[in-house]
């Protein structure tokens, strides 16, 4: 366990505190990795990670030697071809699993889908019947929108599936009945910031008789993650928050290698079969993780994806969680501090045990309040209804940021900058 | 029509021909527009197209200056969430349609995914009964691996579909019967270069009753295509071949506006939501092409898909395509010239309407022969079984580049240089 990097001199923080923390901060060194605009605090890297300063040259290297001196060659001799399959053995060392089990293509979206159907197929011929997938009303929506998608799809031609949504009237218990095949949930939350505790859901899965499938979106490179741990069944997860990978880079799945070469997965493209070159007009499916490919990836975003992942393992997780939650903590605690008078509710989780990298609030004029900050040049965002979501990412981020931050939103709500500021930013991607 | 660019002062085209060809090619200029290799003439472009000099600078933009700078705001300020629509409008130019109808996005192979699972969703409404997605045996195999696993899929579930393979003993008109729902054909072969007749088969698939789908990987940006003048359903399609988007770009997917709205596509990701940002938790779809798209796109070589794009539409399909059909005549009439005493067996069609834009050879030893010409600077590829393939690519192939790699070929096979040669590439990706 770290000791606490914040000694506060006095019971009220202040910024020369959070200047010695950051002293003191064994991640300090990192924020040079980074190329950061001046003058802008950066609190949004849950939605884009910020960009690591080796992915210029790497962008450089793809496109001006590999793509234009190599040509068609370097997808051998640059490893365009392996990357799926390197960088996801990379990303395997963040979440908690060995080699072979994790594959960085396609998006969250469809990973999920592959995962999902996967799943469904292994439960009808063991646990035959079982119809419903059971995920969480508050979940990001892509997920809900993905497995309505699918059942809709099996239902078009009799299925029976149903996808069941746990939130305010029904809690995980009570929706985990004999009908569950599946249970698909965000690892953390995006708008709250909760965390759900993995091994005892997956526990809970389990004894119900149901799988277990975690977005870990908001997840990997933030908060420490043990899928074998867990026992998971299947992950899927982004490059593009935490993991500074780029704006869209390719997303993650993660198979456990019992599941791994059980059934085809129904996205059955050309990368996932066992000779991709021999040009066979029959589908045999590689018996292991490739099985979850489909189609040639994006290699420019693909390849970028690296520099974020080398320096989240150089950071080493449990350090990046310490002091993560110490930089919540903090932002917590000056919010109740200097904004007291003003109507923020906060909406995640204070327990450490629950709480993912962010912390959120509820204004009645969230979207005004978050404009006229960003306008200041402290970059959090929006996310309806009403909700200021603040991640903190310590690779980049620290504490006379927090700071300086909160500083700008008490400034912002005591003078209601919002009544005079531009608002250029509306619907940023998460 | 254009006039011939090439006019052979003899009986045998002479190099002094082709560098007169040359002279008066409308596209010469284009050349200078890509940067390519020295010492080498690229006959590969069908399978990863070369790379536009503006590609490095918008790949540095995008990397540096909008994810570096301008983060998060990009999304907005840089345009990248309109990307896939901006892009696909673009295509549509190349393609023969007008605008809404196509977005840039995910990969060929799950593109078609969409395509045949829309597809098949209406005719189970308009034609109940029909279970048979036809394609031919000699696709492009990720063709029929995606149609196998659509089909396995809602099979599981209590459908009862098929894919049917047209081969040498199954004719197209043999195949079409009551029991068709969906015709999914490649327009240009990815090993002969063969080319279907668009019009007539879309024709002949309606008259059966069923749908027509295109995967015009081979096409875009290679011959003429005009999806509506031959009132297609469905297109899929690549950029990272003839129209030089760079290494595994981002796909396209057109669909005829009369099926845009009918029914969801299952692969239902939050791109697609008719509000993304609502965050509903209720999958409602865009009613229109937004409706084929599916989870946030890898932004930097989604980016560089327009440098190539531009080319194409600044060059015009029907210059490209008359220069394509002079450069692959040139080339099968100099194998045949200087290459008659070799084993090399045409397996493309002469016949100008069945032709795309390469010319490939079966050759005993066609691997060694590949390797060993791609020593010597004149990159083709090598497909399964035995094939050598040249792709022309006018905007940066000529007439005395052709010359000249048939002039490479022959020594390679009057010398048997590949006893010496060292094969680096295999398995190059097409």
Redesign the interface.
Known sequence: MMPHLLQPASARVTREDCVAADAANPLATFRDRF???EN?I?L?GN??G??PKG??ER??A???Q????G???????AG??DLPRTLGDKIARLIGSGENECVVT?????NL?KAL?SAL?IQ?QERPGRRVILTE??????D???A???A???N????DYEVR?IDEELTLEEALDDDVAVVALSHVNY?TGAMWDMAAVTASAHDAGALAIWDLAHSAGAVEVDLRGADADYAVGCT?KYLNG??????FIWVHERHQARF???????W??TS????????APANDIRRFM?????????A?VENGVDLALEADMATVRAVSLELTDLFIRLVRERCGDHPLTLITPEEHGRRGSHASFRHPEGYAVMSAL?ARGV?G?Y??PEVLRFGVTPLYVGFADVYDAVEELRDVLDTRAWDAAEF??????T
């Open positions: 190329a950061l605009p802008t950066y949004d939605s884009l910020a960009r992915s210029a962008a450089a793809v496109v001006e590999e793509w234009g001196e040509l068609i060659r370097s997808w051998n001799t365009w071809f396609d998006t969250t979206t469809l889908f159907a197929r009808q009303r508050d979940n990001f929506p892509t809900i929108y993905i309505e998608g699918l809709d799809f099996l078009s031609v009799g299925g949504l708008r593009y780029g704006p869209g880079a390719p997303a085809w997965q129904p996205l059955s493209g050309w996932s079969h991709p070159f021999a040009m066979a007009d029959a589908y489909c189609g040639t990836q994006p290699v420019t975003s693909l970028m960003i970059i965002d996310r309806e250029t930013v509306r619907n940023a991607v």
